[in-house]
Every structure is written in structure tokens, then in C-alpha cells.
């Protein structure tokens, strides 16, 4: 996988990596319109979830892939209603848990095309320790991750992303809790492959979601969708086009850290060893890299936020190769064979200490 300057990924627009070459391409070219369900689509109006199921409904066709050999799994939450409303295989699980099902389904069927949908909540919350250890174990499934803020479903309770003194239903005097920055806690959790996209930048999610899909094992994607009607407005100085230019900062591998209406602006590395804005003619601007082994200059990227350093990242934070837990486990299970032949399941139960009661 090449990421180029504006975000894309170089190539056929086919999946390439060495699990998912595995996978029977569609006997013919597929539109939109053939992964759209015959389902109702409910959702409240308005909500950002229409605009992420429209770029991902337009975005499938580009993989190649057979409808029946596509899975989306989702826990529980309004973004977890995903599944219905794409013609493809799918689940609705339970909730935190999508991304074990989704452990178990890829592992033991390498030539399926994995997606797990979740959000803050879901994932974050009561399937925290999931996440976690799908990332660390460089499962091949990709993770897309609805981050509002609030809870949605159970109608606006604080979530683990909201900020410290959000009032809410179960907040009346605000927010006790520190959130949790979904891209650090992947990155921290060395994940081989962290994004982050906006639910109204159909390109730019288009782009990420092309770059999650070529990537060998897991990847994960945080996108900020707006809930207009318990959390409206919390990305709005991303998304007005008076204000998105000053407080985004768009990834680019191999490209300076540099943003701002003029491109005056830009990221260092401080005196205390974090990061800092300084001026985008400042010899020692750091140069954005992808595919840097060691995570620390991208942990350090992540922790920027609007309220810390007034400017938020989006793009791919990290994308490295290494084996993923599938290949190795397939690779374990060949060389037993060879070794020991198909083996006694019963044995394997039973142990070597057993006994009968009559």
C-alpha cells in the first residue's frame, strides 16, 4: 500500500494484501445500488450516520468483492444498525462484543472481508478490553469506530468521549470523567493501522477507507459523526468552511505537519518532548510518517486536540506491516499437522488424567 500526498492510496483500488488476495472477486462489476438493502433506513434525520452508510454503500464497489463474501458485524447502538442496511453478509451482536465475534469469523475464514461497526459507547466502554486485544493481536478485520460523544440510543447519557462537565441526562452537574482519545488508546495498544475521518468529508472518508481496506491486519478508524439531536454541533469548527482550515490538520505521509487557511502554521516537537504549533517557516517542523515503526511520533500527533493545541488531526496516523494473528495461527495449526497429523479432539478434552464414575 502507497499513501500518496492527498490522502489516497495508490494502486487498482482491488484489495492487494497477502490475506485478502484470498478472497473470489465478484463475477461482475458492482454499484452502490447493489449493497444497498431494501431496508428502511431509520436513523433520525439528520443524523451523520446517513452520510458515513452513503460513502461506505459507494466505497464497496471499489474493493471487487463478492457480496457474499463481505461481513459487517456491529455491537449495540444507533451506528449498530449498519449491518441492515447493506447487502451484504452481517450481524448484529452484542454489545462491546463485535469485535470478538468478528476475531472468530476472521481467523477461521481467511478468505472473508471483515468489518466491525461500533461507537464511542459500544467500543469504549463495556468493549473496551475487545478492542484492545483485537488491535494488539493484528486480527485482519477493519474496525470503524462512530464517535459522537454522547450516547445515543439510550437517548443522551455522557459517554467515554465526552468532555470533563458535559450535562446530561446522567450528568445534571456535568461530567466527572476524563474521555478517552480513541486514536491514542489504539495507537497505545500499537495497532498496526489508526485513522481518523469526518462524517460530512465523503472524500476524505472515501480515501481512509480505501487505505483501511489494502491494509494487512487490523485496522481502525475513528470517524466523528455528528448526533443532532443529544450532542449537535460538537465538530462544527471542523466542518464550517470559515473555521476548518485553522483547525485541521490533514495527515499527508512523507509531507510536513503544516496547516492553517495559509499553510502559515505548523507542528514541532517541544522542549518537554510533546508537541507545539509554531510557524510553518520553522526549520524544525516535523515531517508526517506513516509507516514509522515506533509509534511514539504519531502517539504524540494524536494527543493534539482543539481544546489542548486548537487543532485537531484527521487522515492515517499509522500504517505498518507486520504478520497478522491470522497468518501466524494458520501457520501454527499447518506445522502441528505435519508434525502430529489431524489429532484426537476427544484426547485433546479429556487430558491425560482422567476417570470414569460408575
Not at 454489545?95 to 481467523?107: F, N
Not at 505548523?266 to 518537554?272: E, T
Request: charged share 20%; glycine share 10%; proline share 5%.
Amino acid at each position: 500500500m502507497t499513501v500518496t500526498t492527498n490522502g489516497k492510496v495508490s494502486g487498482t483500488g482491488r484489495l492487494s494484501n497477502r490475506l485478502l488476495d484470498l478472497i473470489p472477486a465478484a463475477p461482475k462489476p458492482l454499484a452502490r445500488k447493489d449493497f444497498t438493502s431494501d431496508q428502511e433506513v431509520r436513523w433520525c434525520p439528520g443524523c451523520g450516520d446517513y452520510a458515513i452508510l452513503a460513502t461506505v454503500q459507494g466505497f464497496l464497489p471499489e474493493l471487487g468483492i463478492a457480496r457474499e463474501n463481505i461481513v459487517f458485524i456491529s455491537g449495540i447502538g444507533c451506528s449498530s444498525r449498519f449491518p441492515y442496511y447493506l447487502k451484504t453478509y452481517g450481524m448484529h451482536s452484542i454489545h462491546g462484543r463485535a469485535p470478538a465475534i468478528a476475531t472468530g469469523l476472521a481467523t477461521s475464514r481467511p478468505d472473508l472481508s471483515v468489518w466491525v461497526i461500533t461507537g464511542d459507547g459500544d467500543a469504549l466502554s463495556i468493549g473496551g478490553n475487545h478492542l484492545l486485544h483485537a488491535l494488539r493481536r493484528n486480527v485482519n478485520i477493519k474496525i470503524l469506530l462512530f464517535n459522537n460523544r454522547i450516547y445515543g440510543l439510550t437517548k443522551g447519557q455522557y459517554s467515554p468521549t465526552s468532555e470533563v462537565g458535559k450535562i446530561t441526562k446522567s450528568t445534571p452537574y456535568g461530567s466527572l470523567d476524563r474521555p478517552y482519545n480513541p486514536v491514542s488508546l489504539a495507537l497505545g495498544a500499537e495497532a498496526t493501522f489508526v485513522a481518523r475521518s469526518i462524517d460530512s468529508d465523503r472524500q476524505h472518508l472515501t480515501s481512509v477507507l480505501r487505505a483501511a481496506a489494502e491494509h494487512p491486519g487490523a485496522a481502525f478508524v475513528e470517524i466523528f459523526q455528528n448526533c443532532n439531536i443529544f450532542n449537535d454541533g460538537a465538530f462544527d469548527p471542523l466542518k464550517d468552511r470559515d473555521t476548518r482550515d485553522d483547525v485541521t490538520l490533514r495527515l499527508n505521509h512523507g509531507q510536513p505537519l503544516v496547516f492553517g487557511t495559509n499553510s502559515d502554521r505548523a507542528v514541532r516537537r517541544s522542549a518537554s518532548g510533546g508537541l507545539e504549533i509554531c510557524s510553518a517557516g520553522d526549520e524544525d517542523v516535523l515531517v508526517h510518517d506513516v509507516h514509522e515503526a515506533d509509534p511514539s511520533q504519531q502517539f504524540a500527533i494524536s494527543r493534539l486536540t482543539g481544546d489542548t493545541h486548537g487543532v485537531t488531526p484527521i487522515g492515517v496516523f499509522r500504517s505498518v506491516d507486520v504478520p497478522t494473528y491470522d497468518e501466524e495461527m494458520n501457520n501454527q495449526i499447518k506445522v502441528a499437522k505435519q508434525r502430529q497429523g489431524d489429532g484426537d479432539l476427544m484426547a485433546l478434552l479429556a487430558g491425560k488424567e482422567t476417570w470414569t464414575i460408575s
